[in-house]
């Protein structure tokens, strides 16, 4: 009978930690797709009205770059100083996809053509929580800093962080995308 006992608890014991193996690899498994389906959300955020329309003309507005240079939409000309079109990048500082599009968006806008002019960078937040994001785009980018209802935010209608918008010289959107990925993707069709 103590053989039978013991069999039994060694039977329980090897069950047990085989459950625990495979709940720990159904846990790895779910960890890797997480990036993926937060990512898979994003492919869906023109469908729920969280990007601006290619063609829409953006609202008129006036802001403050961190150098002390005013930019307006009242002359789209004076936007950017080189031809094509500009690159408006939004982020937030309490916004984790942010920091995770950052690097991406660094790289991105250094391929640009017409350098710091063409690529503009809206950070929304307390100002005593932006440095890390100005100090990464300011090398390739003029910077605004305004809080979330601030003037490019409301002109762009940002719902939602981080958003890429390419900006035509005329003040209409071209394209728009919540990931760098997708917006290279997009703009490479728009320029088809």
Same mark, same amino acid.
């Given at each position: 009978?103590?053989?039978?006992?013991?069999a039994?608890?060694?039977?329980?014991?090897?069950?047990g930690?085989?459950?625990?193996?495979?709940?720990?690899?159904?846990?790895?498994?779910l960890?890797?797709?997480?990036?993926?389906?937060?990512?898979?959300?994003?492919?869906?955020?023109?469908? $729920?009205?969280?990007?601006?329309?290619?063609?829409? $003309?953006?609202a008129?507005f006036?802001?403050?770059?961190l150098?002390g240079?005013?930019?307006?939409?009242?002359?789209p000309?004076?936007?950017?100083?080189?031809e094509g079109?500009?690159?408006?990048?939004?982020?937030s500082?309490?916004?984790?996809?942010?920091?995770?599009e950052?690097?991406r968006?660094?790289?991105?806008a250094?391929?640009?053509?017409?350098?710091?002019?063409?690529n503009?960078?809206?950070?929304?937040?307390?100002?005593d929580?932006?440095?890390?994001?100005?100090?990464?785009?300011?090398?390739?980018?003029?910077?605004?800093?305004?809080?979330?209802?601030?003037?490019?935010?409301?002109?762009?209608?940002? $719902?939602?962080?981080?958003?890429?918008?390419l900006?035509?010289?005329?003040?209409?959107?071209?394209?728009g995308?919540?990931?760098?990925?997708?917006?290279?993707?997009?703009?490479?069709?728009?320029?088809?």
């Amino acid at each position: 009978m103590d053989a039978v006992l013991i069999a039994a608890v060694v039977v329980v014991g090897v069950l047990g930690g085989l459950n625990l193996l495979l709940m720990l690899a159904v846990l790895r498994r779910l960890r890797e797709y997480d990036d993926t389906w937060a990512h898979a959300g994003m492919d869906n955020l023109a469908e $729920r009205g969280l990007l601006p329309e290619p063609g829409t $003309r953006i609202a008129e507005f006036t802001a403050k770059t961190l150098d002390g240079a005013e930019i307006t939409l009242r002359d789209p000309a004076g936007l950017s100083g080189a031809e094509g079109p500009l690159l408006v990048g939004f982020f937030s500082t309490g916004c984790p996809a942010c920091h995770e599009e950052l690097p991406r968006f660094v790289e991105y806008a250094a391929t640009v053509p017409g350098g710091r002019e063409q690529n503009l960078v809206v950070v929304s937040g307390p100002a005593d929580e932006v440095a890390d994001v100005v100090e990464a785009v300011s090398p390739m980018a003029r910077v605004v800093v305004e809080p979330e209802e601030g003037p490019l935010t409301t002109a762009f209608s940002v $719902r939602r962080w981080p958003l890429f918008v390419l900006l035509g010289q005329d003040g209409t959107v071209q394209t728009g995308a919540g990931g760098v990925a997708a917006l290279a993707r997009s703009q490479q069709a728009v320029s088809v």
